[in-house]
């Protein structure tokens, strides 16, 4: 029996049917070229508000505690920011094939294979999201506690429920509201960290050395942290693609979704970067507030919230999506359902019975053990199809061609794996330390598992993977 992809919703209709602040009925089924609307430019704005969250300032904090200098701090964020230009060029698998990245992969995996990895990847959105959402209530719960508007129980329940609120409404209308929410978010947002570049840059230690040489183990460190984030988008890209028209260029997309996720990226990176060679940053929001002026500390309070709602509302999106690649029979608005209460349910354990926050992201971190590999073949197998793929096989189950051996793909199987076994042979980490990692003098080369998987499928598919033709 062939396994279909049913669980979209009606579908039908033309442009209009993509509105803000209206349902999106379209999930992971194709998008009709009928349908197709937009621009390039829209990615701009999509990458660029939703990377201003204070998770880069914590980032480029960290480059320094790992030893850098300010100089080489900055380097380290100006190279991760650079990562956006492949994550933004991945997005050109959604323009031809009009679905999500988790669909895509079925090419490389199999449809069954690619499972395993969609479910790891919803693990991971939900994750951050709950990260991002304890963050944003934080900070307003502290805007709060700062006006004298509530006790510490009902002004954290209350900022809970206007983060959880915000990022659910967004996430929930789908994809035009998303863009929407992302341009317009990201005005304000891009205003209040100018604003914040302003006091921490002067201040900074320029030094261009540090007390001890950070050594391969600080370089390696502060790259794994820098590239994590951008390489956690790329299951991403093509669900905010997909709706873009087939004549869609290449380096237009590239271009405009990479500036977008770069300039934010590093802007806020390099703000961490400065704030740390001035002050403790072992609190990152309270470090950096304490460097401001006492009038911009609410509106510091602001950014933070503002920031953690527009990363949430990307990866609560996707998650939906993700759901529907695993099999949900719900279309993507009652799928979401699922992952909003996840979210919820996560947030109030960490902010109210125990401070598993910390847990979870040292959990978060280890599985990039996975999905550098996993980035790797996935970006191989679509430069060796140069994006050009069966799309009607992608959803046909056991009937089309992107089945294999029993829904397997062997040469990507097998590149993934070992892709992870070199990656965990070399992984660093608070919940895991590999082999390898101490007679390479301290390195972590976790991010090399995605060049090892990519060569190895290179190796193993280069004769049957090919680019789809059209007959006739």
């Known amino acids: 029996m062939a396994q279909q992809d049913t669980s979209a919703g009606p579908a039908g209709g033309n442009a209009s049917t993509d509105q803000v602040f209206q349902?999106?009925?379209?999930?992971?089924?194709p998008i009709?070229?009928?349908?197709?609307?937009?621009?390039?430019?829209?990615?701009?704005?999509?990458?660029?508000?939703?990377?201003?969250?204070?998770?880069?300032?914590?980032?480029g904090a960290l480059a320094v505690a790992f030893g850098l200098s300010f100089w080489q701090a900055t380097a380290v964020v100006v190279l991760g920011g650079l990562s956006f230009f492949a994550i933004s060029a991945a997005g050109l698998s959604g323009v031809r094939t009009g679905t999500a990245t988790l669909v895509v992969s079925?090419?490389?995996?199999?449809?069954?294979?690619?499972?395993p990895?969609?479910?790891?990847?919803?693990?991971?959105?939900?994750?951050?999201?709950?990260?991002?959402?304890?963050?944003?209530?934080?900070?307003?719960?502290?805007?709060?506690?700062?006006?004298?508007?509530?006790?510490?129980d009902a002004g954290r329940a209350l900022a809970l429920l206007i983060t959880l609120a915000l990022t659910f409404a967004v996430a929930l209308w789908g994809h035009a509201t998303v863009q929407f929410a992302e341009r317009w978010i990201a005005y304000v947002l891009a205003a209040g960290f100018a604003v914040l570049l302003v006091f921490l840059l002067p201040g900074a230690d320029t030094g261009t050395t540090?007390?001890?040489?950070?050594?391969?183990?600080?370089?390696?460190?502060?790259?794994v942290v820098m590239l994590a984030g951008p390489f956690s988008y790329v299951p991403m890209p093509a669900d905010y693609t997909r709706y873009l028209p087939s004549t869609t260029s290449l380096r237009s997309l590239t271009w405009y979704g990479a500036l977008g996720g770069f300039v934010s990226s590093v802007a806020l990176g390099v703000a961490g970067v400065a704030a740390a060679t001035q002050t403790d940053m072992t609190d990152a929001v309270a470090g950096t507030e304490a460097l401001l002026p006492g009038w911009f500390q609410p509106l510091f309070l602001a950014l933070v919230l503002g920031g953690s709602v527009t990363n949430s509302i990307i990866t609560l999106y996707s998650s939906s999506l993700n759901l529907q690649v695993l099999g949900v029979p719900w279309s993507r608005s009652q799928a979401i359902l699922i992952s909003a209460a996840v979210t919820a349910a996560g947030s109030l354990y960490a902010l109210f019975l125990t401070d598993f926050t910390s847990s979870l992201l040292s959990f978060l971190s280890l599985l990039i053990i996975v999905f550098a590999p996993w980035g790797g073949v996935f970006l191989a197998d679509m430069l060796m199809r140069r994006c050009r793929y069966d799309a009607p096989a992608l959803h046909a189950g056991r009937d089309g061609g992107y089945w294999y051996r029993s829904g397997h793909h062997p040469a990507?199987?097998?590149?993934?794996?070992?892709?992870?076994?070199?990656?965990?042979l070399t992984c660093d980490s608070e919940l895991w330390t590999g082999p390898l990692v101490a007679p390479l003098g301290g390195a972590d080369l976790t991010l090399l598992g995605s060049l090892v998987s990519g060569g190895v499928?290179?190796?193993?598919?280069?004769?049957?993977?090919?680019?789809?033709?059209?007959?006739g």
Do not use: C, Q
């Open 117 to 152: 990895a969609g479910m790891l990847n919803w693990v991971v959105s939900i994750g951050y999201t709950i990260v991002n959402t304890v963050v944003g209530v934080l900070a307003l719960e502290a805007f709060f506690a700062d006006l004298g508007w509530a006790s510490k």
């Open 412 to 424: 990507g199987m097998a590149a993934l794996l070992a892709g992870m076994v070199f990656a965990a």
């Open 32 to 59: 009709p070229v009928e349908e197709r609307h937009g621009g390039a430019k829209d990615l701009f704005w999509l990458w660029f508000g939703s990377n201003l969250t204070f998770t880069y300032v914590i980032n």
């Open 23 to 29: 349902v999106e009925r379209h999930g992971i089924d």
């Open 106 to 115: 079925r090419a490389a995996f199999g449809v069954r294979g690619n499972w």
């Open 457 to 471: 499928y290179w190796v193993l598919a280069r004769r049957t993977v090919v680019p789809h033709t059209t007959p």
């Open 210 to 223: 540090t007390a001890a040489a950070p050594g391969a183990s600080g370089w390696s460190l502060a790259f």
